[in-house]
């Protein structure tokens, strides 16, 4: 497995995002003798590590499919390396992990979505819009294909799809047919190049506002590259299955859609299957979640001020209440 030894960290020390309220919406059910938690996106551990101090019996799965950071955060975790389990993989093949580790059920399932803060500190994986670096953006450093492939492959009315869906960008297609322009004298490489061309796509009057202008392509670009939302829909049923009677799942998103799929996930597994008319509703037709949060939590200006990258987070919860139609009593 390759190690973070080599890798630079530029940026701060990594903050974990709404530490506080993600520990208090998971507690209930990791204070039960033998719990088991699952970070299905360990990142560099920061959740992870409050969570095993906070309860000195709780076992941690630790889930990643960026090596690095699994490498990074087994550092971090050493002083729990009785209670942890890492293992490399995406999220969404959360039921193939816990059938290998002989996990029917687990009490608390956590989600924090998006680019972790080792991905956009280290230049050389090319999240970051702000620095001159390749053009790779895969979470997975040595599979699939990368941003630089995207922009140099993808016809005009595909970049433009993926740039005005996943980055809600209004200018995708005057950005997309520029990048096509361009990709004919030369082919992207770098960054750089990428955020001025889109720089000077966009229209004076609208860079003014909204925050650096290539934020929304840069997104996009990730999105696509790691197929995040396509995982992400196998992912959340998965996770709801896989929780035992009580056990709770949060997830954490940074972009509408994301948040939008979570929304009607928990919905379509928070209502009753049972007719309307129904006089007596039979126990195996109630709802099999109860919504622990009411809709999507945002964090505070305080929290903000302390961790900007906490601005778009949206916090969803909620909890197992009912067994799964066909599970043993």
């Not at 033998?34 to 709780?58: I, K, M, N, Y």
């Not at 966009?202 to 990730?222: S, V």
């Not at 509408?256 to 996930?265: C, F, I």
Request: hydrophobic share 45%.
């Amino acid at each position: 497995m390759p190690t973070g030894g080599g890798l630079a960290v530029t940026g701060p020390v990594h903050v974990p995002v709404l530490l506080e309220r993600i520990v208090a919406l998971l507690a209930p059910p990791l204070e039960r003798p033998g719990a088991v938690v699952v970070d299905a996106t360990l990142g560099l551990g920061g959740h992870s590590e409050a969570l095993l101090a906070r309860f000195p019996e709780v076992q941690l799965v630790g889930i990643d499919r960026d090596p690095d950071a699994l490498e990074l955060s087994r550092g971090r975790l050493a002083p729990y390396a009785d209670r942890t389990r890492l293992v490399h993989a995406v999220y969404d093949e959360i039921p193939d992990v816990l059938a290998e580790l002989d996990l029917p059920a687990v009490d608390g399932i956590l989600f924090d979505l998006g680019v972790s803060s080792m991905q956009l500190d280290v230049r050389e994986r090319g999240f970051a819009y702000a620095e001159d670096a390749p053009l790779d953006m895969r979470m997975d450093g040595h599979e699939g294909i990368t941003a630089a492939e995207v922009l140099n492959t993808y016809s005009a009315a595909e970049l433009a799809r993926i740039l005005r869906t996943y980055g809600e960008e209004r200018f995708a297609s005057r950005i997309a047919s520029r990048i096509v322009q361009e990709r004919e004298k030369e082919p992207f490489s770098r960054s750089a190049r990428l955020v001025d061309l889109v720089r000077d796509a966009i229209p004076a009057a609208a860079r003014r506002t909204g925050g650096h202008p290539a934020k929304r392509t840069f997104q996009a670009l990730r999105i696509e590259v790691n197929d995040e939302l396509s995982v992400l829909e196998r992912a959340l049923p998965a996770a709801i299955d896989a929780l035992a009677l009580g056990g709770r799942v949060v997830v954490m998103s940074y972009h509408s859609l994301e948040d939008r799929m979570t929304k009607r996930a928990f919905a379509r597994r928070s209502r009753s299957e049972a007719p309307p008319d129904m006089p007596v509703v039979p126990e195996e037709l109630e709802p099999e979640l109860r919504l622990v949060t009411r809709g999507a939590e945002q964090a505070s200006e305080a929290e903000i001020a302390e961790n900007p990258r906490a601005r778009s987070v949206r916090v969803r919860a909620a909890e197992r209440v009912r067994r799964p139609r066909g599970a043993a009593a």
